[in-house]
């Protein structure tokens, strides 16, 4: 995905609502020269792609979006991360150029994946990483149900 459809993209989620290629075009001018007839073709693609849908109204149509932006970026990421010939390699380049607060976002992200029974993180030879019910008072908690 290329910089244009972002910018293309960007708008069609500003608006929240279904556009036209003549109003994404305007807005975009603002910003830079572009012919009406690539926005139509980066919309098509996008609709081809499946971020878009589109509805006839007139001889034209009205765009709006299929999905939510944090969607759209984890596709842009996942997309990266396929065109690598080391994608072990990449993480690890990608987690270190993070900030500690995307750090903790990762973390969070990954306990949100893994559900519900995942036990918190904890460091190698740690009480916590035996997994032990009586070492563990959150383990127990959800254990005592079954």
Known sequence: ????????????????????????LEDLQQERSIAYTTVMTVLDNLHQKGWVRREAEGRAYRYEAVSTR??????????????????????????????????????????????????????????ESTGSAGENPDSATESDGR
């Open 1 to 24: 995905m290329g910089e244009l459809e972002d910018a293309v993209m960007t708008r069609v989620w500003k608006w929240n609502r279904p556009v036209t290629v003549r109003e994404v």
């Open 70 to 127: 944090a969607a759209y970026a984890a596709a842009l990421m996942n997309d990266a991360w396929a065109q690598s010939d080391n994608p072990a390699a990449a993480l690890v380049a990608f987690f270190g150029m993070m900030s500690e607060e995307q750090r903790l976002a990762l973390r969070d992200a990954v306990r949100m994946v893994q559900g519900p029974e995942t036990a918190e993180p904890a460091t190698a030879g740690s009480p």
